[in-house]
T-cell receptor, first 111, second 112 residues
Framework: NAGVTQTPKFQVLKTGQSMTLQCAQDMNHEYMSWYRQDPGMGLRLIHYSVGAGITDQGEVPNGYNVSRSTTEDFPLRLLSAAPSQTSVYFC??????????FGPGTRLTVT | LAKTTQPISMDSYEGQEVNITCSHNNIATNDYITWYQQFPSQGPRFIIQGYKTKVTNEVASLFIPADRKSSTLSLPRVSLSDTAVYYCLVGDKTGGYQKVTFGTGTKLQVIP
């Protein structure tokens, strides 16, 4: 199993640009989540999904959209990038029993 | 969501046992206590989880007193590779998806 994969690893955007961070898992997990981690801080939940076709907001959802058309994929879209969205983004998945598996992260810089 | 409080940082020498305590005064009846480890530039990794008393695995032990208002993660004989941030989380596993809160964690520095 590849576990949770994220692409790209690094990305630089200009203010106002849009992009999609990709996340995929091959463990057939129901639950998937997106977090952001700012320097020296813990992780904050952006959006999550409890199954294909079902998503909901987390703690800091503004400026981000998600969709879950398949069990495996959970992309995160930045609609109009802002410098405040400079962060490291982690995707995670889990089933009902076990704890979260995290991806390697995407380091995003918005200039 | 139950709030947790941990020390911001700790230092330890190689080979020593390290105990990191987490306070969770408003833990609910169905809440479990979970610890994650995060190395720089990596996502968090699950270490151990428990509900009460003591849980041990190949990596760590988790001690939970009867009132469950705190818990202690114990790392035996730490090495330099244990230098990381350790997060304590509290959440209900019985009702499906639960939003969890990662605080700032405890930054453990292991010294040679």
């Amino acid at each position: 199993n590849a576990g949770v994969t994220q692409t790209p690893k690094f990305q630089v955007l200009k203010t106002g640009q849009s992009m999609t961070l990709q996340c995929a898992q091959d463990m057939n997990h129901e639950y998937m989540s997106w977090y952001r981690q700012d320097p020296g801080m813990g992780l904050r939940l952006i959006h999550y999904s409890v199954g294909a076709g079902i998503t909901d907001q987390g703690e800091v959802p503004n400026g981000y959209n998600v969709s879950r058309s398949t069990t495996e994929d959970f992309p995160l879209r930045l609609l109009s990038a802002a410098p405040s969205q400079t962060s490291v983004y982690f995707c995670a998945s889990r089933d009902r029993v076990h704890e979260q598996y995290f991806g390697p992260g995407t380091r995003l810089t918005v200039t | 969501l139950a709030k947790t409080t941990q020390p911001i940082s700790m230092d330890s020498y190689e080979g020593q046992e390290v105990n990191i305590t987490c306070s969770h005064n408003n833990i609910a009846t169905n809440d479990y206590i979970t610890w994650y480890q995060q190395f720089p530039s990596q996502g968090p990794r699950f270490i151990i989880q428990g509900y009460k008393t003591k849980v041990t695995n190949e990596v760590a032990s988790l001690f939970i007193p009867a009132d469950r208002k705190s818990s202690t993660l114990s790392l035996p004989r730490v090495s330099l590779s244990d230098t990381a941030v350790y997060y304590c989380l509290v959440g209900d596993k019985t009702g499906g998806y639960q939003k969890v809160t990662f605080g700032t964690g405890t930054k453990l520095q292991v010294i040679p």
